[in-house]
Each structure stands twice: as C-alpha cells, then as structure tokens.
C-alpha cells in the first residue's frame, strides 16, 4: 500500500500567502509613515537653520540649483539682529564690503580654510548697509544617483562693522552675539540640514589623495564650521517621500515587467506593452519632474525594464509561445 500524502490538506499555503501579503503592506504603511515623519523633521530643521538674527545678520537665500555643474543660485544680504539700543543710531555702526567665500571645494581637497575677512577689512566703510549681492555657490555631490542624491556646501561670510567707543574702534564680531548667518532654502524638492561628522570624513576620503593627509572630523572642528556666524556646512537632500516612492514604485514596476515579459499570454501583450510604457515613463516624471535635464540611473533602470519584457516575450516565441507557471 502506497502511502500518498496530500500536501494542501497538510498545510494550507494560502494562509502563508495572505499573512505575507499582510505583512508586505504593513511594512509599506510603516515606512510611508516613517518617510513623512523624517521630511517633517527635516522642515524643522530648516527653520532652525534660518538662525536667530543677532548683531549683524547674513542671510543667504538658496533660489535655484543646477544639477549639470552643481551649483546653487543664491542671494546673500545683511539685516540688523538683536542689537544693544545705541548701535541702531544713525551712522553708529560703519560697514565694509560685504564678501563671500565658497569653500566647498577648498575644504573636500584639504586646503586650509582662508577667508576675505582681512581683506574685507580694509574698507572702503560706509554708514549704509551694503546691499544684497547674487553669489553661486559650488557643491559636491553625484546627481547621477537621484532620488538618493546629496550635497555638500560650505562657505564664509564677512562684512566687518565697527564703532567708536571712547578713543577705540571696536568690530561688532568680537561683541558676544555680534554675528549670526542664516539659511533660507526657497528651492522646491530640496531640503537643507546641517552635515554630519561621517558625512564631512566621506567628503574628504572622496579625493583620494588626500586620505592620508587629513584627520578625521572631530566635535570641535564640526562645531567651528558650523559656528552660526560667519561660517556654515551644509548637506542638501532630497525628501525621504521622493525616494520611499521610487522604491515602491520601482518594485512595482518590476513584478509588472516580469509578467508582462514571462507570464501573460502573447495575445494579450500587443494590448500590455504600450500601457507598460506610458506607466513607466510616468512614474519618471512623476518621480523628475523638472528638478533635473541630465541623464540619471533611473533611465537606465527604465530601460531595463522594458528589456526584461522584450527577453521574456523573445524566450517564449522561441519555445513556442507557451504561457510558463
């Protein structure tokens, strides 16, 4: 007597299925929620970043970025912040050129950091403040991987101040709250927050020649380059929702791209591939917009996607055009 044994009555493989599909759509409630509360935190943070104006206020507008050459658009101005009652008099304080220093590159590459602040202090000074300038900032970082892209910026500002006491000519930078900088971020899909010391070591071990030469980042350095006076060190990132979205959607992508290519019937396929290819291409600029004119990876993953089609439908012609599974 042969002894048969029934494996669906052994062990019911729908149930794993639904729990598994459970899970699955668990994990995506979870890190939909997860994504929106980072994007959040990082909306904080840029308001913390704006700064508290005290003394002399520089603030630097970021207006618009290039990814082609990296570089950030900006506007940078001076505004009087929290100031003792005497300094608002007219003509007390005397202002120098306003002056800025891009040291993104400078610093990635170990140059030591050298600032127009003595330069800036040979005047000519004036009663007025100096008016707004435009100024680009360089950044360092690899468009080609968006949405998962970032970017470093690092720069100075100086615009000497001075007044009279007595017989001396003191600059408001040397008074206890005498300067503060400010970032404000008016770029759409773009988020601002300050750079990390791993991050600021990954930047220098970039350039490899320079591995050996220079130290890792310790408290003291990060707290210098991030000073809220004069200097700043910034990461700019994409939201966390852009880039949960193009992993789902990616996903989902891939599973259609595999049953269109190997399980739906040939007949059907004529009808699939060119809804496939207008879902695909939307997803692209859904996921783009018109945050970047470059080609990225995500072409090239689109691409992919519609050779896994053209393999499968290729692989069944060949044998005989049978469904598999």
């Known amino acids: 007597m042969k002894l048969r044994i029934n494996l669906s009555k052994v062990c019911d493989w729908k149930k794993p299925r639904k729990i598994s599909a459970l899970?699955?759509?668990?994990?995506?409630?979870?890190?939909?929620?997860?994504?929106?509360?980072?994007?959040?935190?990082?909306?904080?943070?840029?308001?913390?970043?704006r700064g508290f104006p005290t003394g002399i206020h520089y603030a630097i507008q970021l207006k618009s970025f290039n990814p082609e050459d990296q570089k950030f658009n900006c506007t940078l101005s001076i505004t009087k912040g929290v100031l003792a009652p005497k300094m608002y008099l007219k003509n007390y304080l005397h202002y120098g050129p306003l002056v800025y220093d891009d040291l993104s590159v400078p610093y990635a590459i170990g140059i030591p950091i050298i600032s127009q602040k003595f330069v800036a202090q040979l005047g000519p000074f004036k009663t007025a403040i100096p008016p707004p300038k435009e100024i680009t900032i360089q950044a360092i970082g690899n468009p080609e991987i968006y949405p998962f892209d970032k970017?470093?910026?690092?720069?100075?500002?100086?615009?000497?101040?001075?007044f009279i006491q007595g017989d001396v000519k003191k600059y408001l930078e040397t008074e206890d709250y005498g300067e503060s900088v400010g970032i404000i971020n008016s770029i759409n899909g773009l988020f601002i927050r300050s750079a990390t010391k791993r991050e600021l070591d990954q930047i220098k071990a970039a350039f490899n020649w320079t591995k050996r030469l220079l130290p890792q980042v310790d408290d003291k350095d990060l707290r210098q380059i991030n000073n809220r006076k004069d200097l700043f060190?910034?990461?700019?990132?994409?939201?966390?929702?852009?880039?949960f979205m193009t992993v789902v959607l990616g996903a989902f992508a891939l599973a259609i791209a595999f049953y269109i290519g190997f399980k739906q019937p040939l007949k059907s396929i004529a009808i699939s591939m060119p809804g496939f290819v207008i879902a695909v291409w939307g997803i692209r600029s859904i996921l783009l917009s018109d945050t970047k004119t470059f080609l990225a990876y995500f072409d090239y993953v689109a691409l992919f996607l519609y050779l896994i089609i053209f393999v499968g439908i290729t692989c069944r012609l060949i044998s005989g055009g049978k469904r598999s599974g």
């Open 151 to 162: 970017y470093f910026i690092m720069g100075a500002i100086k615009c000497p101040a001075y």
């Open 23 to 49: 899970l699955f759509v668990l994990l995506i409630i979870f890190l939909f929620c997860w994504s929106i509360n980072k994007d959040s935190r990082l909306k904080e943070g840029q308001m913390l970043l």
């Open 233 to 243: 060190a910034l990461m700019i990132v994409r939201p966390y929702y852009i880039r």
